[in-house]
């Protein structure tokens, strides 16, 4: 089986990209043979193979390993054949000859070497090629082509894995000396709730912090509580990506929370000499405060990454509010909303909060089922489309206020932040006041 190369263009050379197609087989060959060789490989991916039979080939053995079923030629052949490649790759004919050409296993390293390797060098030659591209475009300033640069590059970044396992001896020394130091480290970022920052720690780096609720909950005026008071408060930086509201609807309530003039005067333009003496009085600070809108969806992660590396750039960042997680378009190709999800929170966990070093708080939709419950409170499983959110949040807090459902309920005007998920800590409930008609929600906490 041969793959023909599609030949690109480096450094003003037509050539093909790097790759060994020996090496990729070699590798196939030796985790047929031994199901052993699959721990050595931990870290390879389908990605890494040039041809794109390999790859799928590659696919076969790994699923069939992660089942805890055998990967010799037999089972790779009924594996491909029940999902129509098998002769895609090349048939059962090909799959036997790499099994019985494969070469002794002590020389797996040599050959995932060689293909991790060659995998790299073209990742790399296409960054270049995408950088070149971009920078020869017409109508991209020196700002954006820095921030496209910066995207590019870190992702074709080679990823410098520790092959070893470490001894919890070696933990013992840098792990007791960061101990010591905790009582006196600074606390993530303030939300602004004080029960909520006493429970949680504020908002940390490279955390994930989920808000989910029902459609009209409050999940927008939470991210807005929050992005005032770090922003107006505080003075840090923050980026809100907000992605079913325009910017301009996001002013109204942020004016609104801020001064206390009612919601609805200011949508309807009718505000008194009191209430513009209260807007007035406010937009001198406000007018000053790090706080930076985005408004144009659909928006990838790798696009709001690239932006917040921008401002990280220029100004700093501190924070970034993403509402909500439901709108922002996957990476890739997705089969289903619950894929679209998966890849979606991933990405902000991965892509965006760890890859930045920041809290990211993103929204997230419920779905129905609290209302067709005797008990209406939301629950971790509630959440819409997708357990992967569960899973890449560092911390869930869940949105409820009981007169959403009985409009007499005796807790009219209070709302409960349910924190159902917190990562390094315990879960608890906030109770705060709901003064939805200045779009803001209150601390009720005791100083």
Known sequence: MTDIADRQTVGGVERAPAYDLGAEIAVLGILMTDPAAMDTAEHLTADDFYSPKHADIYRAIAKLHADGDPTGPQAVVGHLADNGNLSRVGGAPFITTTWSDAPPIVQLGYYLTRVTETAQVRRLEAAGIQLTHAATTPGRDLDQLAALADQIISTARPERRSQDLTPIGALINPCLEDIETRANREPGISTGFKDLDRLLGGVRPAELTTV????GMGKSIFLADVARHVAFRLGLVVAY?????????LFDRVLSAETRVPHHLIHAGQLGDEEWRRVTDRLGPMAQAPLFFADDPPLSVAQIRARCQRLQRQRGLDLVLVDHMHLVSPSRRCNSDRERLEDVSRGLKLDLAMTLNLPVIAAAQLNRNPSARPDKR???????????????????????????????????GEADFVVAKNRTGATDTITVAAQFHFTRFADMAIA
């Open 212 to 215: 989910a609720g029902a459609t």
């Open 241 to 249: 990506f907000s992605l079913e509201m325009r910017k301009e609807m």
């Open 378 to 412: 939301p629950q971790l499983s509630d959440l819409k489309h997708a357990s992967s959110i569960e899973q890449d949040s560092d911390v869930v807090i869940l949105l409820h206020r009981e007169d959403y459902y009985d409009k007499e309920s005796p807790r009219a």
